[in-house]
Each structure stands twice: as C-alpha cells, then as structure tokens.
C-alpha cells in the first residue's frame, strides 16, 4: 500500500525553464511533507517542506504548493539549473510532525536538467 | 563538521552471515533511523530509536536489530532471516522535537548479499 506516490519515475528539463514534480498521498493523517534531493552514492539532504496549514512555502528557486482536498503537492524549481539534475523524493508525516523521522517516502522522481 | 557516519560505503557478505552496519553522528541528535532504499522504491523505515536504550520497530523490522547503548551510535544488524538483503542502507537523525529540524541522512552502506 504506497501512502504516498510519486507516478512519474523522472522529468527532463531545459536550463532555465521550470521543473515542476509532484506527489500524491492518500494518508489524510499526514499533516507535514517535505521534500528531499539526493545525489547518486549519496545521503539525502533536505530541501523544502510545508505543513498543512499553509498550501504554498517558498525558500528561493524552490516553491511546494500542497492541495489538500486533492490530497497532492508539487515541488517547483525556477529556474531549473544542471546542478538540480538528481533523484528528488516526496515524504510525509502525522502527528504534527513530531514523530519527525517516521516519515512516509515516495519512489523518487529522477530530474535531468539540461544545459 | 557534525554530520552522521556510515561505514563501509560498500559491503559484500555471503548468504547466511549476519552482518552489522555502523553509523555515528555527532550531532548530539537524541533521535536516530535506519532506512533502506531498493530501485524503484521510496526508503521505508525499519527501526527507530528516539532516546538512548530504546527503539521500535519500523515498518519493514523482520530479519533486522538494533541496539542504542550510546546517543552516538545507532549500529543495525542484518540477520540470516532477511530474506532480501541487498539494498542501500541509510541512517538518519533527527532532534526529533520541532518540525524545524529536518532528517540529517549518512552517505549510505551500500550491502550485497550473494
């Protein structure tokens, strides 16, 4: 049972354009989302996250929008640069994100941004 | 630099042995993880422990254990009874209090059980 989807396996982008990846969970417990980036070989690191009370956090090029009565949220990077080029997994947590490692990951989406 | 520590990056053993993957952080973090990461998949949680001397289950446990003697340390130990065992192991830390403070991961342990 995958509480929480990410359906597209990867995303490719020109330089400079958007990359808008996106998510859907079907907890309607879940009341936190992040997202994380990871390069090959290596840990994830955080990104962006967005608690339920808001539908739209924005730190710099990355904005997360969340729709809760679509049960969906989506990560936006403008401009896309090649250095964003990694795996970017969708995450989510109950319990007001206090149980905060307890978290519920998508399959990761693989972002390619070309020069 | 405080930040979490998993060794080795690559492990290989043979069907059968138990094998222990460490991980250290000195992030003086009380909350510590173990994920596992399999292609195509998101990383599902196989145990956790909030506090020293205590852990739980994740959702994916059997076959695995754990200890937590030091606030340090957080070594996972893949058993005989894992039935699939090759994967990319992470571990993971967190203050486990405010919702500010994200999941600090390791590099990774990279196991191959044949």
């Known amino acids: 049972d995958q509480q929480v989807k990410q359906n597209s396996p990867s995303l490719s982008v020109q330089e400079g354009r958007i990359s808008i990846l996106n998510c859907d969970y079907t907890?309607?417990?879940?009341?936190?989302f992040l997202w994380y980036k990871k390069y090959p070989a290596e840990g994830p690191t955080f990104l962006i996250s967005?608690?339920?009370?808001?539908d739209k956090n924005e730190d710099g090029r990355f904005t997360v929008f969340l729709n809760k009565s679509a049960k969906h949220l989506s990560l936006h990077i403008v401009p896309s640069q090649p250095g964003d080029s990694a795996v970017y997994f969708c995450?989510?947590?109950?319990?007001?994100?206090?149980?905060?490692?307890?978290?519920?990951f998508g399959q990761g989406t693989i972002l390619t941004v070309h020069p | 630099d405080g930040g979490i520590t998993q060794s080795p990056k690559y492990l290989f053993r043979k069907e059968g042995q138990n094998v222990t993957l460490s991980c250290e952080q000195n992030?003086?973090?009380?909350?510590m993880y173990w994920y596992r990461q399999d292609p195509g998949q998101g990383l599902r949680l196989i145990y956790y422990?909030?506090?020293?001397?205590?852990?739980q289950k994740g959702d994916i446990a059997e076959g695995y254990s754990v200890s937590r003697e030091k606030k340090e340390s957080f070594p996972l130990t893949v058993t005989s009874a894992q039935k699939n065992p090759t994967a990319f192991y992470l571990c993971?830390?967190?203050?486990?209090?405010?919702?500010?403070?994200?999941?600090?991961f390791g590099n990774g342990t990279r196991l191959t059980v044949t």
């Open positions: 993971a830390s967190s203050s486990g209090i405010t919702v500010n403070s994200p999941l600090h």
């Open positions: 907890n309607s417990m879940f009341d936190y």
């Open positions: 967005i608690s339920s009370i808001k």
């Open positions: 995450a989510a947590s109950a319990n007001g994100g206090t149980s905060y490692g307890k978290l519920t």
């Open positions: 992030l003086n973090h009380d909350a």
């Open positions: 422990s909030q506090i020293v001397n205590d852990f």
